[in-house]
């Protein structure tokens, strides 16, 4: 399982770090613009995205360069969720995904494929399927585990949360919908 070097998100006036997990974007730029203000003003150390990055809103370049960029300055980590499967199927030789999507779903999906080609997702940011920052070898309660399979999370604090996708562990959600 990666590991993300915990003395590079040490902050240097504590032993604590500031870990920041964001979700559910959902091309919506003007929410993630936000959202990364917010965490600019909360200087976090390091910042995790539970995936869906992309579908339904209506912008999905935004969203990405939104991303990129703020990828540049701060430690950031991507964890995938179904929707970021979607478009990995999809734009793989294969061409077609495991899942049965809805209608809707389905619309929104292509017209994003539309929209983002030729970039590929995957090749964008480095993806996982689960992420341990710290050591848990040294300190059972000195590490943060983020794993959508299990959807258990196990905090610095030393306790354990369930948490699904949906309510997402984000740091700030806002239901803000942008015009197409």
């Given at each position: 399982m990666p590991r993300f070097d915990t003395m590079m998100i040490r902050?240097?006036?504590?032993?604590e770090s500031r870990i920041a997990v964001i979700s559910d974007i959902h091309s919506n730029a003007d929410?993630?613009?936000?959202?990364?203000?917010?965490?600019?003003?909360?200087?976090?150390?390091?910042?995790?995205?539970l995936g869906d990055i992309l579908t339904y809103g209506c912008q999905p370049i935004q969203v990405l360069e939104m991303l990129?960029?703020?990828?540049?300055?701060?430690?950031?980590?991507?964890?995938?969720?179904?929707?970021?499967?979607?478009?990995?199927?999809?734009?793989?030789?294969h061409k077609k995904t495991s899942y049965k999507l809805p209608r809707f779903i389905d619309e929104s999906v292509n017209w994003i494929l539309k929209k983002i080609s030729p970039l590929l997702l995957k090749d964008i940011f480095t993806w996982y399927d689960s992420y341990i920052i710290g050591d848990d070898n040294k300190n059972e309660n000195a590490f943060t585990r983020f794993d959508l399979d299990s959807k258990l999370v196990k905090?610095?604090?030393g306790f354990k949360a369930k948490i699904s996708l949906k309510e997402g562990m984000t740091l700030?959600?806002?239901?803000?919908?942008?015009?197409?």
């Open positions: 902050r240097r006036t504590s032993n929410a993630l613009n936000i959202a990364l203000k917010e965490l600019k003003k909360k200087n976090v150390d390091i910042t995790v995205v990129i960029e703020y990828k540049r300055k701060n430690p950031l980590i991507f964890i995938k969720g179904n929707h970021n499967q979607f478009y990995f199927d999809l734009q793989s030789a905090e610095s604090f700030m959600k806002n239901k803000m919908v942008a015009p197409c």
